[in-house]
């Protein structure tokens, strides 16, 4: 292991938590040290001198760490009591770094529970257990940000920016100061790198709107998952569903980044991308769309729909049979997987007059 990791890690305190549902009380939680020192347990009645011991542990050390602590462990801890609250300053957070740390795969091998991010200890409710697997999930993810380091510079250099934007991200600024060898760069250091990691990646007119953003404190962490899912697009990679659900503007910034056409002639990417009939050549191999039949303009209609449904407008196509209706849904859904990752709302066709009436039906009630 890197020296400095391990300096790191061993200024860290472990910490899980089991929570009663019923009560939101805690009922059991384990605080862990590396080496030698004696385990903080907690089991049903003695969590007074627990905390007492957890306090103190806190106290001698720079970091709180846990998988899912800043919205779990660190709320009930803080509740049972508020003042440990001042004491963590700069906790380390492993669910929030593992989208970041791999992205291609983030279910960590240890991570169970994709929805909610637990961790795999293979058995139930240990919190000894987990919190010492907290350490080995730190420890890989500095090995991988390390080697990004290598790779991607420009990505680390992005994430140290935008993961210390809120309060309390001294754990977070910690880990990215070690791996970069440097302190929180700039703003204008950040948008530079963050323009080159998005450059023929996203439309060039909307990373600059995104860019004007930045400062804003919100657009942190959800702005360093969109960045670290496009450093991916295109293979397996998926945006874990409780980023979706925790932080709903990443998906949003990468829809706007990368699937919003903003019709200017210079932007490369929405030539490519967001353009009707480079998506039916691209997907299809045809030249042009069917001639016929036309909208009231003129324009072919099974153009007319791509581009409209491309453009996230709700559409209803109404088209005689065998003249080329699949394409219709199916390049505009092809083209938002592969800009987004995600699925389309389905374009809905109407058969007959008998569907067609159902259809409405259906789109009224
Ligand atoms: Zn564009």
New binding site residues.
Partial sequence: MHEPSDKLLKRCVSVDIEVDPKTARIFAFAAVQRGETPPILSRKGDLEGALDRLEAAVANNDHLIGHNILRHDLPHLAAARPRLAMLFGAPIDTLWLNPLAFPRNPYHHLVKHYHDGRLQAGHVNNPELDARLVFQVLENQLNAFHDLQRAEPDALTAYHFLATRQEASAGFDAVFSLVRSAPVPSGRAAEDAIRRLLSGRA????IEQTLGRLASPQLGWPMAYALSWISVAGGESVMPPWVRMQFREAALIVRHLRDT??D?PD?A??REKNDPKRALSRWFGFEAFRRQPVDDMGRPLQERIVDEAMHGQSILGILPTGTGKSVCYQIPALSKFDKTGALTRNVEFARNAQNLLQFLRWRLV
């Avoid at 439309?203 to 909307?206: G, I, L």
């Fill in positions: 439309c060039s007119r909307r056409a903003c200017s932007c990417w929405c």
